[in-house]
T-cell receptor, first 111, second 113 residues
Framework: LAKTTQPISMDSYEGQEVNITCSHN???????ITWYQQFPSQGPRFIIQ???TKVTNEVASLFIPADRKSSTLSLPRVSLSDTAVYYC????????????FGAGTRLAVHP | NAGVTQTPKFQVLKTGQSMTLQCAQD?????MSWYRQDPGMGLRLIHY???????DQGEVPNGYNVSRSTTEDFPLRLLSAAPSQTSVYFC????????????FGQGTRLTVV
C-alpha cells in the first residue's frame, strides 16, 4: 500500500479556499487517490476520488499532477461546517476495497 | 434507505465481560469492515469480510472475533473486554471491488472499566 503524508492540522477562515496536499511518492500504476471527511462523533464520508489531472464535484476539487506523487484537495469558500478531519487514501490491497487510514489533516475553520 | 446501522450507540462494559457490536447494511454490499478509532487518531482496521462466509484480519485483530453469515450483517464480538479496547467502533460497507465509495455507520462508543 502506498504510504501517504499530509499535514497534521490546518487553520482557515470562513470564505477562504483551503488546499490540503497529500504526498504519496510510491503510488502504484493502478492506485486511485481518495479523500474522506470525518466530522466529530461521526463516521468518515467519501468526498472525492481521482486517478489523474483534475476531478471536481459539488463539494471539492482534486488536483493530481502528471507524476501522481502528490494530490491536492481543494475546498472552495469554506464555512464553519467544513471543520473536520480529512483523510487521503491511496492504494488498496488485494483487489478489495480495504481502506487503510492515516492520521488525517485536522482542519479548523474560524469565523 | 437506512445505509449502515450500528447498535448500540453507547456501551459501558466491565473488564472481562463479553459483548457483540451489531452492524447491518441494506445496500447489498459484499464488502464490510470494522474499524476502531482512539481519541485524536485515525481509524484502524480490525477485521473485514468480502462476502458471506469469508472474513479476514485487518491491522489490529487481537481480542476481536467476527463472522459473516449473511450479506447484510457483520457483528463484532469482544470475548473478554479490556480497558485497552475503550474506543469508538465504526462499521463500513461497500461494493467488493476496489476504488468504490465506502459507507460508514455512526459508530459505537465503547468504554471498558
Amino acid at each position: 500500500l502506498a504510504k501517504t503524508t499530509q499535514p497534521i492540522s490546518m487553520d482557515s477562515y470562513e470564505g477562504q479556499e483551503v488546499n490540503i496536499t497529500c504526498s504519496h511518492n510510491n503510488i502504484a500504476t493502478n492506485d486511485y487517490i481518495t479523500w474522506y471527511q470525518q466530522f466529530p462523533s461521526q463516521g468518515p464520508r467519501f468526498i472525492i476520488q481521482g486517478y489523474k489531472t483534475k476531478v471536481t464535484n459539488e463539494v471539492a476539487s482534486l488536483f493530481i499532477p502528471a507524476d501522481r506523487k502528490s494530490s491536492t484537495l481543494s475546498l472552495p469558500r469554506v464555512s464553519l461546517s467544513d471543520t473536520a478531519v480529512y483523510y487521503c487514501l491511496v492504494g488498496l490491497s488485494g483487489g478489495y476495497n480495504k481502506l487503510i487510514f492515516g492520521a488525517g489533516t485536522r482542519l479548523a475553520v474560524h469565523p | 434507505n437506512a445505509g449502515v446501522t450500528q447498535t448500540p450507540k453507547f456501551q459501558v462494559l466491565k473488564t472481562g465481560q463479553s459483548m457483540t457490536l451489531q452492524c447491518a447494511q441494506d445496500m447489498n454490499h459484499e464488502y464490510m469492515s470494522w474499524y476502531r478509532q482512539d481519541p485524536g487518531m485515525g481509524l484502524r482496521l480490525i477485521h473485514y469480510s468480502v462476502g458471506a462466509g469469508i472474513t479476514d484480519q485487518g491491522e489490529v485483530p487481537n481480542g476481536y472475533n467476527v463472522s459473516r453469515s449473511t450479506t447484510e450483517d457483520f457483528p463484532l464480538r469482544l470475548l473478554s473486554a479490556a480497558p485497552s479496547q475503550t474506543s469508538v467502533y465504526f462499521c463500513a460497507s461497500s461494493l467488493r471491488t476496489q476504488n468504490t465509495e465506502a459507507f460508514f455507520g455512526q459508530g459505537t462508543r465503547l468504554t471498558v472499566v
